[in-house]
């Protein structure tokens, strides 16, 4: 009895010690009370998420993992520090607006984790709503460990924000001394801070692979570094001779070590030619070129589809179980492959060589499924215009029912795919529409940054006569005239490279606005072109005080003045008819090329209402209890007769029920 009435004393402490718990690994919780445990334990627990990354680059100090879990997100934070230490997930490079957490571990051993945010960026105030749980924390030889789970949508839409696909940057700080007995953290007292880009609302990584596996490393061949800011540096390779057939099902990206820092992005692209030996071969042995540079060789400009392709921390890729990509061309693959390496060096080091690559896993063991790619969005031509000065531009690119009628009747899977813009670049969403009527969003990243491209896992399955639409969102503000669409990355681009399967011939499925409605948002006319002025260029017309100046010369020096045209422009983009580009991958054309059509007539939109955070949504009891008592409520007057007493009750009731049903609530 003795012992029943002490749980129930220690019970309320308990409870309220809910994120203040002692540091303590799980497995060692069961020991025995009487049993006494030195502070600041060494005790390791093993523990790995299936993510994760430096926060600090290659200084190794600040890791960070996670795993999924249904509708939790679990964290595990390494510092090299004995004083406090800070996680914050933001939209933007501030702690202001962000999700924050903090904890440390006190001499006696005990562990505290707390939730925070920042209304100015520079200070901290403690969440009234503690939404962070504490599983374990400890120090073990100057190293502090922290790990806490959180829902992924905690519903303080005040103070803390949803774990999403988009993209993260995770800002860290840690202090070298804890905060005093009693008080917490003060922001200006941190010693070290600094963030980076990362994608956390992602599929578990494949943790097993089968035997037999084959690997294939893509390098640069050893490239130096030019004491230049940003490099692209594209080269040729060639499949290794393989026996038979092979699929790659992975990559795993190799830093070589000390370059992590210059290291930006690798991809790696399929290269087609009538006559492959005869236009690649030639260059497999070189070294390579300087990328969309004059002096890159027309050949590399056939190397298109993207097979494989890693951004700044991005991890490994796996294809699921169920399908592989074919390398080699004789087996619906390519065998020559373009490699591009993206590499910043802001502190212009020279004599710099690198040798960091990709690391394919190829195996004779072929899955059931063909896999190929898909590149869906905008054409890449210098039509594709985005005004400057705009804080919010959309480009629109479409994959219409008349491209996607050429797949299977059964149809294609869609596992992953990369979207891509360039500098501007600050959204991107994939929408799908069958019927006329629109499916729920596949893709859609609201805070989409040019820095991290990595392949992005989602899955949705495409019909024939489905049409997929991709929108982009750009911020021009920092352009003083039009951005073109090209391949340099002071040009624009809007892409998703989607991985699927079983293959199909189709491999590129775009549009772009015609010349006719780009010129009517412009508000010019041109002179037609015969054999005799075709050297002349493109000419205005009309308006007759630009006549006879080239289009390029009317876009760059008056266009950028004209807001109007901008605004017709956004409009041409959105709703104007579009000319479709539908191929395979030697090119040839599976439709009429340049076949104009217009957007689907969408009658059923697509509205996403997350009941997650709507109470009426999870208990009935509790709207039927909220409606009852609105429906009486007290009449302030005692004039309203009874006929007008029933009109506004029968007004309230109506306008009641249409807000819960807008905010996903039920009533039965």
């Known amino acids: 009895m003795q012992w029943l009435v002490t749980w129930l004393v220690c019970l309320p402490v308990i409870l309220k010690a809910s994120i203040n718990i002692n540091t303590l690994p799980p497995d060692f919780r069961r020991m025995d009370f009487s049993e006494r445990i030195p502070p600041r334990s060494t005790i390791n627990p093993a523990w790995t998420g299936d993510h994760s990354a430096a926060l600090d680059g290659e200084q190794n100090k600040v890791l960070v993992s996670w795993s999924l879990m249904g509708d939790q997100v679990e964290f595990q934070v390494e510092a090299k520090t004995s004083g406090w230490v800070a996680m914050a997930l933001s939209h933007t490079k501030s702690i202001k607006g962000a999700d924050i957490v903090i904890g440390w571990v006190q001499e006696n051993g005990q562990a505290t984790l707390r939730d925070f945010h920042s209304a100015d960026g520079r200070t901290i105030e403690e969440d009234e709503s503690q939404d962070y749980e504490l599983v374990v924390g400890y120090e073990d030889e100057g190293v502090t460990v922290l790990r806490f789970r959180r829902k992924i949508e905690t519903c303080d839409s005040d103070y803390d924000l949803a774990i999403t696909n988009d993209t993260f940057r995770v800002i860290w700080a840690y202090s070298d001394q804890d905060p005093e007995p ?62 038979q057939k092979h699929h790659m099902v992975g ?59 890693w951004g700044l921390g991005g991890e490994s890729f796996y294809f699921p179980s169920d399908a592989g990509y074919p390398v080699g061309q004789e087996h619906g693959g390519a065998t020559y492959y373009m490699f591009e390496v993206h590499y910043e060096n802001p502190g212009l080091h020279a004599n710099i060589l690198d040798n960091s690559g990709l690391e394919l896993l190829l195996t004779p063991n072929l899955r059931p499924h063909d896999s190929s790619m898909l590149t869906v969005g905008h054409d890449v031509s210098s039509l594709h215009l985005v005004p400057p000065g705009q804080l919010s531009f959309t480009t629109v690119g479409h994959c219409p029912a008349q491209c996607s009628g050429s797949l299977p009747e059964e149809g294609i899977r869609v596992f992953a795919g990369l979207p891509h813009t360039h500098l501007l670049g600050r959204k991107v969403k994939l929408r799908h529409i069958r019927n006329g009527a629109e499916l729920p969003t596949p893709f859609e990243d609201l805070h989409y940054d040019f820095n991290y491209q990595t392949m992005r896992k989602f899955e949705f399955n495409m019909l024939p006569g489905d049409h997929l639409i991709t929108e982009c969102v750009y911020n021009s503000m920092t352009r003083d005239s ?48 015969s054999p005799s002025t075709k050297q002349l260029g493109l000419r205005v017309r009309s308006p007759e005080r630009y006549q006879n100046l080239t289009l390029s010369d009317y876009l760059t020096v008056v266009l950028p003045g004209d807001m109007d045209a901008a605004k017709r422009l956004q409009e041409a983009n959105l709703h104007h ?57 007290p009449q302030k007057s005692e004039k309203i007769d009874s006929g007008a007493e029933s009109v506004q009750r029968r007004t309230f009731v109506l306008l009641f029920v249409s807000l819960v049903v807008v905010a996903g609530g039920k009533l039965f």
Request: charged share 20%; with cysteine.
């Open 251 to 309: 990559y795993i990206p190799k830093i070589q070590p000390g370059n992590e820092r210059f290291v930006h992005h690798m991809m790696l692209y399929e290269c087609h030619d009538p006559n492959p030996d005869d236009t690649f071969k030639q260059h497999v042995y070189k070294s390579g070129y300087k990328c969309y540079n004059p002096n890159m060789p027309d050949d590399f400009k056939k190397c298109k589809g993207i097979v494989a392709a």
């Open 182 to 243: 009693g008080t917490v953290p003060v922001w200006s007292t941190l010693d070290r801070a600094g963030g980076r880009l990362l994608h956390i609302f992602q599929g578990s990584v494949q943790s097993t692979l089968e035997p037999n596996l084959k690997k294939w490393v893509v390098t640069p061949n050893h490239v130096t570094l030019p004491e230049e800011e940003t490099l692209y540096w594209c080269t040729i390779v060639k499949l290794p001779v393989l026996p």
């Open 482 to 529: 039009y951005t073109r669409g090209g391949m340099s990355v002071e040009d624009e681009m809007c892409m998703v490279f989607l991985h699927y399967y079983p293959a199909t011939s189709l491999a590129h499925c775009v549009s772009k606005l015609p010349l006719k409605n780009i010129l009517l948002a412009m508000g010019v006319t041109l002179w037609p072109v």
């Open 577 to 633: 008819s579009h000319q479709a580009e539908c191929y395979n991958f030697g090119k040839e054309n599976i439709i009429a090329d340049s076949l104009e059509f217009s957007p689907p007539r969408i009658h059923s939109p697509y509205y996403h209402i997350d009941d997650t955070c709507n109470p009426y949504a999870k208990d009935e009891k509790l709207f039927l209890e909220t409606f009852q008592k609105h429906y009486n409520y």
